[in-house]
T-cell receptor
């Protein structure tokens, strides 16, 4: 079955600390992988995506993610978190011939000063 | 300028009523979507349209009917609203149709 797991429901970090949000997927075809961010009361914004090629992808706002096929993972990282990064983060998986995305249940990030 | 706009932002209504949510995108994208986000923040696709043609129709009660008068608009009409329909509904559009979506800011529907 196709699924996306984000094991951490809630993460709290101090401003300036590094961040890693975990994402594991189960997908039959070659996956297309995405990270979205949702600020309170807002829609989702695409942070980055992986289709093929270099397994380390750079996104907006200083985020990056690494695709590890052997671990079925696509973890999101940021070296130094800013207070404005506090939001809900969603990992999603899709495929080449479908525009149907399967989303994870999200990880809520809190940032303390 | 807002790229994907939804109206209304909030909608409170009684059970049994019929309501519509409107969505418009000014990006020239061919594909538009409706997603539902429940109280636990779980997002699930409901419908997708490509250039006014229905592409994805997930297992949604037939009380929900999307309508796309042109490729820039995708409206969602809901008949006989039920308590369980309370959620945030997001419209989105995509140029490539492979998951890099632009979302609207959502419509929070509350059925009382």
């Amino acid at each position: 079955a196709q699924s996306v797991t984000q094991p951490d429901i809630h993460i709290t970090v101090s401003e300036g600390a590094s961040l890693e949000l975990r994402c594991n997927y189960s997908y039959g075809a070659t996956p297309y992988l995405f990270w979205y961010v949702q600020s309170p009361g807002q829609g989702l914004q695409l942070l980055l995506k992986y289709f093929s090629g270099d397994t380390l992808v750079q996104g907006i706002k200083g985020f990056e993610a690494e695709f590890k096929r052997s671990q079925s993972s696509f973890n999101l990282r940021k070296p130094s978190v800013h207070w404005s990064d506090a939001a809900e983060y969603f990992c999603a998986v899709g495929a080449k011939n479908t525009d149907k995305l399967i989303f994870g249940t999200g990880t809520r990030l809190q940032v303390f000063p | 300028d807002t790229a994907v706009s939804q109206t209304p932002k909030y909608l409170v209504t009684q059970m049994g009523n019929d309501k519509s949510i409107k969505c418009e995108q000014n990006l020239g994208h061919d594909t538009m979507y409706w997603y539902k986000q429940d109280s636990k923040k779980f997002l699930k696709i409901m419908f997708s349209y490509n250039n006014k043609e229905l592409i994805i129709n997930e297992t949604v009660p037939n009380r929900f009917s999307p309508k796309s008068p042109d490729k820039a608009h995708l409206n969602l009409h809901i008949n006989s609203l039920e308590l369980g329909d309370s959620a945030v509904y997001f419209c989105a559009s995509s140029l490539t149709g492979v998951g890099d979506f632009l979302f609207g800011s959502g419509t929070r529907l509350t059925v009382v």
